[in-house]
């Protein structure tokens, strides 16, 4: 899932500097809600490790 939102962040990057700015804006909106569900899914999971030692 991280990789995917570095692809669109990187993808993003790109567009912009070439100048296709609703592009670059749709691949930053990609980029951006894969990063927020990679981090939703590292919290849930790391909260989940700590109970099973438990």
Known sequence: ???YALIF???AI???L?????FAGA???IAKILFY???VLL???L???LFRRA
């Open 1 to 3: 899932m991280l990789r």
């Open 9 to 11: 962040f990187v993808i």
């Open 14 to 16: 790109v567009a912009a």
């Open 18 to 22: 070439l100048g296709f700015g609703g």
């Open 27 to 29: 691949a930053a909106g």
């Open 37 to 39: 569900i990679f981090l």
């Open 43 to 45: 919290v849930i999971s």
């Open 47 to 49: 909260v989940s490790g």
